[in-house]
């Protein structure tokens, strides 16, 4: 069964309720009737009803009725969830006024409904910038305990014939959000990409902390970075099959990896990757995207307390509708921690 298939079943059998902030968004409404029509999550638009009911028409969309639409221009809205926003944030000097003000705004109006317990996570991002998208989160939903940093996941499909990773999946993090992050940060990535890979890709992680030096072979102060940044992931998760720092060829071919680092628990088998810095990330992923065909999903953002994925805003219906499925996920993944 595919990626998707499995994902799509988990979601169907332990349903959640997705917030959608951009909910007069033609790209949402089209994916949100699809997730609807098919059972997958309960979605709840953000926008006003008479604007989604006309848009829905237009589209021909005929299951946007089954949605629940909460209008944030609606007082009663905004009487619930503004002394929310101003509790979270008075410490900052924010008025009650200010917090009405921000709370009719869908962005953080959805992640308080998170917060609040209303829904299970958000997808945002066709319209809004990823610094607005994330904004929001930071502010209200924030990090799971024990967590400090959000970062940034793909999960790597790989065609048939390269033979990596697990039944051809792989997470490589963070590839996204933090430039350059500190030894504490990395085993922060590391534990979350852990649960990425867990929660979405539905593989038990078998974690690599990479490097330009496999197990010594290099004297350098990043090299010391990965090191120490192993050192701290098993602190945080005992269980964690991780080894570091490692080349890639080391982490991920048997051969190389008896050669340069007998002994690792990963033998050669990860397929979790964790780079060093979002540079290499970035830089690896794409290549690794163009060069071996591979299909890149994502990215998934990690470390939240709730899923808020954020979305391109060149994207199609269905990167929409695969992302709210992912983000199903996480959810059902973090409701049982």
Not at 124 to 136: I, Q
Not at 268 to 283: D, K, W
């Amino acid at each position: 069964m595919e990626l998707f298939d499995k994902m799509t079943q988990r979601a169907k059998a332990n349903v959640r309720r997705i917030v959608l902030p951009e909910g007069t968004e033609p790209r949402t409404l089209t994916a949100a009737d699809r997730i609807i029509a098919d059972g997958i999550a309960e979605i709840i638009l953000i926008g006003d009803p008479a604007e989604i009911m006309r848009l829905a028409g237009e589209l021909k969309l005929g299951h946007i009725a089954g949605a629940t639409i909460v209008n944030p221009a609606d007082e009663s809205v905004i009487d619930r969830y503004a002394p929310l926003f101003y509790e979270l944030r008075k410490k900052k000097g924010i008025s009650m006024e200010e917090a009405r003000l921000t709370t009719a705004n869908p962005l953080y109006l959805g992640c308080l409904m998170v917060k609040a317990g209303d829904a299970d996570g958000q997808v945002a991002g066709a319209m809004n910038t990823t610094g607005n998208v994330l904004r929001a989160a930071f502010q209200i939903i924030k990090t799971q305990p024990g967590i400090s940093v959000v970062s940034g996941a793909f999960i790597m499909l790989l065609p048939e014939g390269l033979n990596y990773g697990t039944d051809g999946v792989m997470v490589f993090a963070d590839c996204a959000v933090v430039p350059d992050p500190t030894a504490p940060e990395l085993a922060q990535i590391a534990v979350s990409a852990a649960q990425t890979a867990r929660d979405i890709a539905g593989i038990e992680p078998r974690v690599a902390m990479l490097s330009f030096s496999t197990k010594g072979s290099a004297s350098h102060e990043r090299v010391d970075k990965v090191i120490e940044a192993v050192r701290l992931a098993h602190e945080m998760e005992p269980g964690l099959i991780i080894d570091g720092e490692l080349q890639a060829d080391a982490a991920i071919v048997p051969s190389v990896s008896s050669s340069k680092a007998p002994g690792s628990p990963l033998s050669g088998r990860a397929n979790v990757l964790v780079f060093p810095s979002l540079e290499v990330g970035n830089i690896a992923y794409k290549l690794v995207q163009r060069l071996g065909g591979v299909e890149a999903v994502g990215p998934v953002l990690q470390g939240l307390a709730a899923p808020v994925n954020d979305l391109s805003r060149g994207c199609f219906p269905e990167d929409i509708y695969k992302t709210i499925i992912m983000t199903c996920n996480q959810a059902i993944g973090l409701g049982a921690k």
